[in-house]
Each structure stands twice: as C-alpha cells, then as structure tokens.
C-alpha cells in the first residue's frame, strides 16, 4: 500500500505499526529486551527462522518504524539506524574493508569524517586518498586502480562545495567500489543519491531529520544484501544502537521534514542574496546563488540549495569572532540543521583538527563562518546579521 503513497503521506505515515490499543501516535517501546513464550520461539528467533525482536542492541520496533520511514523516503531497499551520525559513517566503511583496501574520499568533508579517513582507517592498513570532490579528472586519476569504496560529502562541509554524484559513482563501479554519499547538507528531501548511482547513503539524523536540536542519531541507507551480509553483523556486534527514545523522536521529526526544510531553504536563499549584497561580506557560498561556481551541477542534482550559508567577513578570525559575538538572535553553535539559526567558526571549531595549510587549500579560511539558517521570520534573521556585520 505504501509504494503508491506521496512523500508528504509516506513521511506522517511510514513504518507504523499499530498496537492491539489503536493508538494515533506511534508506540514508543522502550524497552532493552523481549520475552519469549516458550524456549522453541527464543530458539527460532535466533535462527533466523521466526519473525520477532530478541534485543534492542539488534532490533527494536521503534527503531524499526524509524528506519522504514527512512526507507520509504530514501527509495531504499533498507535502512540501519545508528546512535549517531558519525556511528553510520564510521560502520558504513568498516563493515566493508579489511587491510588492504582502498578508499578515495573527496577532501572537502566533515572533522570527524576526516579523522576516520586520515587517521583510523590508515592504522588498520588501509589505504586513503583523498582529491578535490569537484574536479571529475582527480578522481578519474584516482579511481584509475582497484578501489574497494568512494566516500564523499556534497554539498561539503563547510565550503559548500559540490561533487558530481552520477560522474563520479560511474567512475568508481568501473574501478569496482561502492559509493558511499553522506547527504547531511543536502536532506533527503533536496537530493536523492541512490538513483543518481549511489549505493550507500548516510545522515546524521541529529540534523534536519530531527530538526529541533532535541537528540543524536543516525541512519545508513543500502540494500538488503549489504545489510544482511555487512551492515548487520557489524552492527549487532559492535553495538552502536539507537536508543528507542531517541527513533521515537526522529520518527515524528520525519513528520514535518519536507515542510521544514522548505521553509529552511526559501529562507536561506533570502539570506544568501542578503549577504551577497552586503557591504561589509567578501563572498558568500551557497549552491542556489548563480554566483555559486558549480551552480549548474547544483541544478542538475539537488532541488535547492539547502538550508547551510557559508561567508566571508574579512579581517581574519578577529573580525569573524567579533562579528558573530555580535549576533543576538542567532546563536553560536557548531551544530546544524535546527529550527534555531546557528552561525559557526568551522577553522576554530569543527574544522580546528585540520592542519592550518590543508584548511587554506579547503577554503576554510579564517574569516568564514557557516550559517544554518532556521525557521525564524527571516526578517529577524536579516536583521541581526546585519547589525553584527555593520557594528
Ligand atoms: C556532514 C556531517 N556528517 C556527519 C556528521 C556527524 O553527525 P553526528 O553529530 O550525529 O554524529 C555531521 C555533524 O556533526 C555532519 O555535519
């Protein structure tokens, strides 16, 4: 029934499973384990043979109604939920290499994303190359051997820079690797990397999915045979479970995504030309500008530019320090994706571990600072910059 459903439908109803109660919302079972009516069911359950939860550390029915409204948005044949975003990156590279393996990643990404590449992934032998995501003839030249997968971040963090998801995932199957997209910036709702040639989309639910800034979470996206045969056993036995509370939560996140982040971008967008405009700002980075240097691939895959401004103030950190110390409605924070507006320092904060000339070379220059636009009147939100950037 839920094939033929619209994605408004599919986001308010996806996954339910209704109790004998007939309760509206969805049940919350929070619970860490199940019973068994007889010792034949707990053997059947673990066997793979009878249908059921045996412990939520492997299954949970909240959890479940979480990650199949996942699906039913994503287009995907199945999902597994993480406690964190970077749980679902961490165990969509892990479960799938082994010493030896190569990965090409695009160098424009999250710390922590980067962290994993650069410094866990080499210590277990296997070998990282990272290339500009925007430049289709580096990862030509870096695909040109045998790869086991491709990671990457696009829109990326915190440049907003774009990668060619369909250019680059025919580059990788041809080199034999799975493309892993972590579509953050982006939103399920403004990207769809599967049909774009993706086999593996990530998100850090604590983003837009919740939208509220409430709890952490994750999900990966693949299909069934990577689930059962890597995704799963790697999962179930390294234990970065969601809790039943916080799917719960992401659940009825879902609910209002699309409505949510269309309010995010018609705002971010306002704010882009605000700031592209703007007197006392050098430059700003947003893929729904026409100013944006990839604007055309911006077109070609994503529907909008996303709810994420990045901009230059000048001065150096100084100035970038003083201009959001000034900010009053906007808060600082290095999170994203929240129905408040948050303004970040990614060279002073998340981007801090990168060494100095590796951030220059990413833009990440120190007079940069990453806005998540909110769900505010965006009046207000003008406003505010503008007194920052003028005092
Ligand atoms: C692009 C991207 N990927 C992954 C993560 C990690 O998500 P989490 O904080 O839920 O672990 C974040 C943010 O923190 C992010 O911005």
Redesign the pocket.
């Known amino acids: 029934m839920s094939a033929g459903w619209g994605l408004r439908t599919r986001l308010v109803h996806g996954g339910q499973r209704r109790s004998p109660l007939g309760e509206t919302c969805e049940a919350l079972w929070l619970t860490s384990g199940f019973t068994y009516a007889q010792a034949e069911d707990a053997e059947g359950r673990f066997a793979d043979r009878l249908p059921g939860f045996m412990y939520s550390r492997v299954g949970n029915p909240t959890v479940r109604t979480f990650e199949e409204r996942m699906m039913l948005l994503e287009g995907a044949e199945e999902a597994a939920a993480t406690a964190?975003?970077?749980?679902a990156?961490n165990a969509a590279l892990m479960c799938q290499l082994r010493a030896g393996a190569r990965v090409v990643a695009a160098r424009c990404l999250?710390g922590?994303?980067h962290y994993i590449l650069t410094e866990i992934l080499p210590r277990f032998g296997v070998e990282v190359v990272l290339v500009d995501g925007r430049d289709l003839d580096a990862w030509r030249r870096a695909l040109s051997r045998r790869t086991d997968a491709v990671f990457l971040?696009t829109p990326g963090?915190p440049t907003l820079e774009l990668v060619d998801i369909a250019g680059v995932a025919e580059l990788a199957h041809a080199a034999g690797a799975r493309v892993i997209v972590?579509n953050?910036?982006a939103t399920p709702i403004l990207q769809r990397p599967l049909p774009l040639g993706a086999d593996i989309v990530v998100y850090?639910?604590?983003?837009h999915i919740d939208g509220q800034g409430r709890c952490?979470?994750?999900v990966v996206l693949c299909d069934a045979a990577f689930k059962r045969d890597l995704l799963q056993p790697y999962l179930k036995h390294t234990g970065p479970a969601l809790s039943p509370f916080n799917a719960w939560t992401l659940t009825k996140g879902l609910e209002t995504l699309d409505l949510r982040v269309r309010e995010h971008v018609r705002s971010a967008e306002a704010i882009a030309r605000f700031l592209e405009q703007h007197p006392r700002v050098e430059g700003v980075l947003y893929p729904g500008l026409d100013s944006h240097p990839q604007r055309a691939l911006a077109k070609r895959q994503m529907s909008a530019g996303g709810g994420l401004v990045a901009f230059r103030v000048g001065g150096g950190r100084e100035r970038a320090f003083a201009v959001v110390n000034r900010l009053k409605l906007i808060a600082i924070s290095n999170?994203?994706g929240d129905a408040k507006s948050l303004a970040t320092h990614p060279a002073s904060t998340t981007h801090s571990r990168i060494p100095e000339s590796e951030r220059q070379e990413l833009g990440i220059t120190e007079d940069l600072i990453r806005l998540s636009v909110g769900l505010e009147d965006v009046e207000d939100l003008m406003a505010d910059l503008n007194q920052a950037l003028r005092g």
């Open positions: 964190t975003g970077m749980a990156v999250f922590s994303c971040e963090n972590d953050v910036f850090s639910a604590t983003k952490l979470g994750g999170n994203l």
